[in-house]
């Protein structure tokens, strides 16, 4: 079962910063903090993973509490193409290629 | 970008009927996986695939299901006997190494059962 908390929905304005939280308080020392989204039905797509330090790629910053108990993704400025259901997924690594656990997400709607 | 492709994307099939649902991951990864998505319900973890073998299978991924990796590049999924209840999207996916490598996923094959 998922280890994560999340809003079911969220709005956001376009050109605005889009943050996500989710909540992994029982949270390992093994497990990795692993973001996704899904639009329309389409395959899920990778955002960004970390451990416990701060993250930044092309598409999102993750932020990572001290205590690893929670975290925020975050989307700079939205678009109306960032309306998707966003995935938080806690994924234990022991040196396989270990699977993800999906949750419900959170609906986020970008609106004009 | 290199990326996981399925095929088809649409597949309608009668119940009992055997299907098979196609996938080319990307082509150095070693890790593959299948999933699937009952339409408004979660993504779900069917089977993980690694040197020829399955690594991990869920409840869900019962006798009627089955796992091949037939040359270099292709991954299917075999359905035997298809029921109402096996329509869904189904998703394929790969990684490339051990450790952290993110799931890749492709689009999916929408599987309608009648």
């Known amino acids: 079962d998922a280890k994560t908390t999340q809003p079911t929905s969220m709005d956001c304005a376009e050109g605005r910063a889009a943050n996500l939280p989710c909540n992994h308080s029982?949270?390992?020392?093994?497990?990795?903090v692993y973001w996704y989204r899904q639009i329309h039905s389409q395959g899920p797509q990778y955002i960004i993973h970390?451990?416990?330090n701060n993250e930044t790629n092309e598409m999102a910053s993750l932020i990572i509490t001290e205590d690893r108990k929670s975290s925020t993704l975050i989307l700079p400025h939205a678009t109306l193409r960032d309306t998707a259901v966003y995935y938080c997924?806690?994924?234990?690594?022991?040196?396989?290629?270990?699977?993800?656990?999906f949750g419900k997400g959170t609906k986020l709607t970008v609106n004009p | 970008e290199p990326e996981v492709t399925q095929t088809p994307s649409h597949q309608v099939t009668q119940m009992g009927q055997e299907v098979i649902l196609r996938c080319v991951p990307i082509?150095?990864?070693?890790?593959f996986y299948w999933y699937r998505q009952i339409l408004g319900q979660k993504v779900e973890f069917l089977v993980s695939?690694?040197?020829?073998?399955?690594?991990?299978k869920s409840e869900i991924f019962d006798d009627q299901f089955s796992v091949e990796r037939p040359d270099g590049s292709n991954f299917t999924l075999k359905i035997r006997s298809t029921k109402l209840e096996d329509s869904a999207m189904y998703f394929c996916?790969?990684?490339?190494?051990?450790?952290?490598?993110?799931?890749?996923f492709g689009n999916g094959t929408r599987l309608t059962v009648t």
């Open positions: 996916a790969s990684s490339e190494r051990q450790g952290t490598s993110p799931l890749h």
């Open positions: 029982t949270i390992s020392g093994n497990e990795y």
């Open positions: 970390g451990l416990k």
């Open positions: 997924i806690v994924r234990l690594i022991q040196g396989g290629s270990e699977k993800l656990v």
């Open positions: 082509s150095n990864h070693l890790y």
């Open positions: 695939f690694y040197n020829n073998e399955i690594s991990e």
